[in-house]
């Protein structure tokens, strides 16, 4: 095994991690993974080293996932800022790998940015702070230092083309994501990607129209807003939030028909709730699979049970 592969999530903030590492290895393969694949993906990766940034390991798959990598003669290099679970330990995690840094106050570009921050230009901070503002995590004292240095409203122009342009198909696809990462790490900036500033335009207005749907289409359960398959798949987070907006319910949810499973974005009103854990202990008992962050998570549960799932989630509230 040879070379280096970087998993990372495809979202504004695993993108921007992701574009560090390749700054920082070269080369690198990039490969974009998600918590409910990230054990199959981790154990099907054939490379000397292997850097995952921002994907959070769910419960189920926590052990075997230490299992895999107590085996693996790969040097492993991890950066992530979900809460762990409860069922593995940081000190497990920290002794059978090259690297662990963990951090649930930060987004996992600053926390890449910061580790290796002396062998890249000055000038990738920013993506650091890109990651840190699309992921909601800008409220660090780092993140708050660096941006006295730089234009804020230019800052934020970029990170609103970064997350709003990868919404629509042009730029949905692993692909499309993968070009943005190897520019970003060029030294590029969102804004400068062809096309992305139109298709964030374009997502700027699909947002208003998906507004309306979940208007006519959402459903109340209980204290819970939802919307079932909604064509715009890339739209799961406004369309959850704004599902409990039209309900006038502390909790929203997107849920999405596939082939074997239900796939669902829950998003909340109420910055009190532990949306992560409400996502695991609800779909737990049922055979699925849920977690995130406590102000935005997901979970994939069986077909046929988004009833007993939206029960557990009441019961819980």
């Not at 070269?26 to 998600?34: D, H, M, N, V, Y």
């Not at 679970?85 to 890449?112: C, D, G, Q």
Request: aromatic share 8%; with cysteine.
């Amino acid at each position: 095994m040879a070379g280096t592969t970087i998993l990372c999530h495809s979202d504004c903030d695993g993108i921007c991690a992701g574009a560090l590492l390749l700054s920082r290895f070269p080369g690198s393969r990039i490969f974009f993974t998600k918590p409910v694949s990230f054990l199959s993906d981790f154990r099907n990766t054939r490379s000397g080293r292997i850097v995952i940034a921002d994907i959070a390991l769910n419960r189920p798959f926590a052990r075997q996932f230490l299992d895999i990598l107590k085996k693996t003669s790969a040097e492993v290099i991890y950066f992530d800022h979900h809460p762990l679970p409860k069922n593995i330990t940081r000190a497990e995690l920290e002794k059978n790998m090259r690297l662990f840094v963990h951090n649930t106050k930060a987004s996992a570009s600053e926390l890449v940015y910061r580790n290796y921050q002396k062998a890249l230009p000055r000038e990738r901070v920013w993506l650091a702070l890109y990651g840190a503002i699309g992921d909601y995590t800008e409220d660090t004292g780092f993140v708050q230092e660096r941006m006295r240095n730089w234009d804020m409203r230019a800052i934020y122009f970029e990170v609103s083309t970064l997350v709003m342009g990868i919404k629509p198909d042009r730029f949905s696809g692993y692909d499309a994501k993968r070009n943005i990462v190897k520019a970003l790490a060029e030294g590029r900036n969102p804004s400068e990607i062809k096309g992305l500033v139109e298709e964030a335009k374009n997502a700027v207005g699909r947002e208003f129209e998906i507004y309306e749907l979940v208007k006519r289409k959402a459903k109340a359960a209980g204290k819970t807003g939802y919307v079932l398959d909604l064509p715009m798949f890339g739209f799961r987070g406004p369309s959850a939030l704004f599902a409990a907006t039209v309900t006038n319910k502390p909790l929203g949810l997107a849920v999405h028909t596939r082939e074997n499973h239900l796939d669902i974005t829950m998003r909340s009103r109420n910055p009190n709730l532990k949306l992560n854990i409400l996502a695991e202990k609800s779909s737990e008992p049922l055979g699925g699979s849920g977690g995130g962050h406590p102000h935005a998570a997901g979970a994939r549960i069986p077909l046929g049970a988004l009833k007993k799932f939206l029960e557990n989630i009441n019961s819980l509230l």
